[in-house]
């Protein structure tokens, strides 16, 4: 982790939800990476804690106690102050992270101010599901309700287009709507993918089980990945999390800030954005 202040957009390659716990959280098998965009977390000492948020996607984020970055100030226990600034570019609610990828930089950048260590693994999934993996910041198979973290082989070179419509998914629902909740892991072994062909074409035999639910109560959604699908060099187009952001997987730069490009001119209301994955 380079850059520990950077809550960067976390994409599911591929999002397979596999069962229910009893307490109603849902059992999940994912490839999750990394793109190298995202939101900005940094404290300065300070005698209480504090936050301010700022940057183009501020409207909408909480700014008192619900904020997921000063419930992470408190998951460290009693501890002393801190002025926090979390500067907004993701789109919120909208399963790139977001939220959880803005605690897990609280929780760097607070350690680092503090000289602490890190709240334990249990205080560190109370914050949410994907507060884990977006702890770790790198390419991973996460599976059980988002706290079981395995290597993954590293990425080839491959760049995503990152698309939101506008409209806020709250994740519950998306769950709630699922047909079937018993659906079959992704392959016991990931291959190392030569390229980024290779990742898409192994991508194909994968899915986002929480696609079908969202783009029936968005069809925005469905809008959305046609639209990106349909763009010059798209190896493949999905709904990352429980939406309503999608990414479309390009084989290098320029093919994605084209892509980008052509779906942002006649959609100025939708979050474009060109970002290379890794982690
Ligand atoms: O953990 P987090 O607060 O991000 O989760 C938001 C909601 O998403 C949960 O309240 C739950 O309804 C749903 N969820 C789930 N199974 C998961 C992760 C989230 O059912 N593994």
């Not at 925005?220 to 479309?248: D, E, H």
Request: charged share 20%; with cysteine.
């Amino acid at each position: 982790m380079t850059d520990p202040g950077l809550a960067r957009a976390k994409v599911n390659l591929a999002l397979h939800v596999t069962g229910r716990r009893a307490d109603g959280y849902h059992l999940l098998d994912s490839l999750v990476a990394f793109a190298d965009l995202g939101d900005r977390v940094t404290a300065e000492p300070a005698d209480a804690l504090e936050l301010r948020v700022t940057g183009p996607m501020a409207a909408g984020v909480p700014g008192g106690e619900d904020n997921l970055v000063l419930r992470a100030a408190r998951a460290f226990g009693p501890a002393p102050g801190a002025r926090i600034t979390l500067e907004k570019h993701l789109p919120p609610a909208s399963g790139i992270g977001g939220g959880s990828a803005d605690a897990a930089a609280a929780l760097r950048v607070l350690a680092a101010l503090w000289g602490r260590d890190l709240p334990d693994a249990a205080a560190v999934l109370r914050l949410g599901a994907d507060v884990p993996v977006c702890l770790r910041g790198e390419t991973l198979r996460m599976t059980g309700v988002g706290e079981v973290l395995a290597p993954a082989p590293p990425l080839p070179p491959v760049w995503a287009v990152l698309a939101n419509p506008g409209v806020a998914v709250p994740t519950p629902a998306v769950f709630a709507a699922l047909d079937r909740r018993d659906n079959p892991p992704m392959p016991a072994d990931l291959p190392r993918w030569r390229d980024a062909g290779a990742l898409a074409a192994w991508l194909h035999g994968t899915r986002n089980d929480l696609e079908p639910p969202a783009r029936a109560l968005h069809p925005v959604i469905g809008q959305v990945l046609t639209a990106l699908a349909a763009q010059p060099g798209c190896l493949l187009a999905r709904m990352s999390g429980s939406g309503a952001t999608v990414f479309g997987l390009f084989p290098d730069a320029a093919a994605a800030a084209r892509a980008a490009a052509q779906l942002a001119r006649p959609q100025p209301g939708w979050w474009v954005r060109a970002a290379r994955l890794g982690g």
